[in-house]
């Protein structure tokens, strides 16, 4: 016994209202994990705050914030520091939602 189906107007559009959330959903999903975290720049009002550097080597060393600051520090070295070990660009608690260089430095900089 065969079951015919008909492509109505009906048909067509009962599909598309019980498919159309799982599309979004899909979609939304595949959106979120490709979207990249931005990267914190160093006029950034926090980075200004903390003086933040993307580059250690670019830290003025005439700052008072930068008055124990030794180039060798970076943010890859930091405790603070957050993610992968040797990532590019890695997570920190001093800037929520973004991420920093792991060759940056900032005056929170503690030996990990
Ligand atoms: S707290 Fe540490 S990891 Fe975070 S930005 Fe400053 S130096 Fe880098």
């Known amino acids: 016994m065969a079951i015919k189906t008909r492509l109505t107007r009906r048909n067509v559009l009962k599909a598309t209202t019980l ?3 799982a599309a979004f959903a899909i979609s939304g999903c595949a959106t979120m994990q490709r979207e990249p975290k931005p990267t914190v720049r160093s006029d950034d009002p926090v980075a200004r705050a903390v003086l933040y550097y993307p580059n250690s080597n670019n830290v003025p060393t005439n700052h008072p914030l930068a008055a124990t600051h030794q180039p ?3 943010c890859a ?4 520091v957050r993610g992968k070990a040797g990532d590019y660009l890695r997570k920190c608690p001093t800037f929520p939602g973004r991420l920093i260089n792991a060759e940056g430095w900032c005056s ?3 030996k990990s």
């Open 19 to 21: 498919l159309m959330p």
């Open 72 to 74: 060798s520090q970076t």
């Open 77 to 80: 070295t930091c405790v603070h």
């Open 108 to 110: 929170l900089w503690a």
